[in-house]
């Protein structure tokens, strides 16, 4: 009876060891996407920055350029027309500096979301540690109760053995005795 219930309890504790165990194997594939994504996504932030800073740098001039051209030039239609463009691109530039800028927000998101990740399969790494080590220790137990029934089977085995002895010494005996009883049966009604 304990051998039975030792072995369904190790194997459940052996399914609940590898059910953490592909848990971890998951949560490692995950962690390495995420850490290629979190790197990514970095030099992409460095690139975009350098990318924003240069749209700044671009407007800045292309408004320096306006003002100049609206003082030097002469010809007012073709400033103005000028002035539109430079006033679109600047826009373009506005908006696509806007654009990054919710990129960035969401990349940091991003990163955030990594680092909770981070935690949780850190937690679960513990907690498989923790299972592994219980684990251990329920084996060694599985392992002394075996030992404690056969040793007890072992010693049922013996006592089985020295009644069975006895009980043939015993009808032995008995026989002895009843043929002793015959005998003295008999010799009450000779005499």
Avoid at 151 to 172: P, V, Y
């Amino acid at each position: 009876m304990f051998s039975v219930i030792d072995r369904i309890f190790f194997s459940f504790s052996s399914a609940i060891s590898k059910h953490w165990e592909a848990e971890l194997a998951t949560l490692k594939g995950n962690n390495a996407k995420l850490t290629a994504a979190l790197l990514e996504s970095t030099a992409n932030v460095k690139q975009w920055k350098q990318q924003l800073a240069a749209y700044q740098e671009e407007a800045e001039r292309l408004h320096k350029r306006v003002t100049e051209l609206e003082c030097v030039s002469s010809q007012a239609n073709a400033v103005h027309t000028h002035k539109t463009e430079l006033n679109q691109t600047i826009q373009e530039l506005e908006e696509t500096l806007k654009v990054k800028e919710e990129e960035i927000e969401r990349l940091k998101q991003e990163i955030d979301n990594a680092r909770e990740l981070q935690e949780q399969r850190d937690s679960l790494t513990q907690k498989l540690q923790e299972v592994e080590i219980r684990n251990k220790d329920l084996e060694g137990q599985l392992s002394d109760l075996e030992q404690r029934l056969e040793k007890s089977q072992n010693e049922q085995e013996a006592f089985r053995n020295n009644l069975k002895t006895l009980l043939e010494i015993l009808d032995g005996k008995i026989f002895e005795l009843t043929e002793l009883r015959d005998n003295l049966a008999k010799l009450l009604e000779c005499s």
